[in-house]
């Protein structure tokens, strides 16, 4: 039998854990506050500047907001996706998650929100899918930032219509992720327009499924075009990651490159 070392744990990071840990049991709540300083270093029996470090973490972390001079305590903040992101973000950045594993999770999150919207939306929430698309479509000729506006407006209304805000929140995160590690696909397109089109067809494609309450189609599409966009990024060794997605007795869906 052995054992793992045993790290040593700072004073600071025990405070924050403890006080993490109220967040997460609801015993604090957002718009709450924490003791001052003063009483903070009586109830952990540390110093000052103990308790400045944990706060700064804390704050870091997006969990608590300090302002100078306010007479109250660290405020309590609500969950923000930020955090997430930046979390999601820095585990890309030192190697523990690879492209291939961040598409894959993806494909998945995009492929629950179409199933789900195919199931649950309401007719006014296909209509917004429907403003969405058309934005999509009379945008082409303005540039893709405009298009991808409209392209983003189309996913948040499916992700929505999921009911699932884990699966809105996540979506998110991952989205703006993978598109800040693939900048130039659409600069180096020699055809953005065409490009452009595709996706648009797509879109197309899953409304009709979604409109139909057809949620395997819709699911399905969404795993089909993720992989025809992104595949090419990905490495040979994360490849099976995607294509464990794809449905067995279908044909790869060709890719998005012009």
């Known amino acids: 039998m052995t054992f793992e070392r045993v790290r040593p744990v700072r004073a600071y990071e025990r405070v924050v854990e403890q006080i993490e840990e109220h967040v997460l049991r609801g015993q604090l709540k957002p718009g709450d506050r924490l003791p001052s300083e003063r009483t903070l270093m009586e109830q952990f029996g540390v110093s000052r500047s103990t308790i400045r470090e944990a706060l700064r973490v804390l704050e870091s972390n997006g969990l608590v907001r300090s302002r100078h001079g306010d007479p109250g305590g660290p405020e309590i903040l609500p969950f923000s996706p930020t955090t997430l992101h930046k979390s999601v973000t820095r585990l890309v950045r030192t190697d523990q998650v690879g492209l291939g594993e961040l ?86 397109s020699p055809d953005q327009q065409a490009l452009m089109r595709k996706s648009l067809s797509h879109h197309a494609e899953v409304l009709e499924a979604v409109r139909d309450r057809d949620g395997e189609r819709a699911a399905r599409l969404a795993r089909q075009a993720l992989y025809a966009y992104y595949a090419e990024y990905v490495s040979d060794a994360e490849q099976p990651l995607l294509e464990a997605l794809l449905e067995d007795d279908a044909p790869p869906p060709p890719s998005f490159a012009t």
Do not use: P, W
């Open 103 to 188: 598409v894959q999770f993806r494909m998945l999150l995009d492929g629950s929100a179409n199933l789900l919207a195919a199931k649950l939306a309401t007719d006014a929430e296909i209509a917004e899918m429907d403003i969405a698309l058309a934005r999509m479509e009379s945008t082409i000729g303005d540039g893709y930032v405009q298009f991808s506006q409209a392209d983003l407006e189309f996913h948040d209304a499916v992700a929505r219509a999921s009911r699932s805000t884990l699966i809105q929140v996540c979506s998110d995160v991952v989205r703006g992720v993978v598109l800040s590690l693939i900048t130039q696909k659409i600069a180096d």
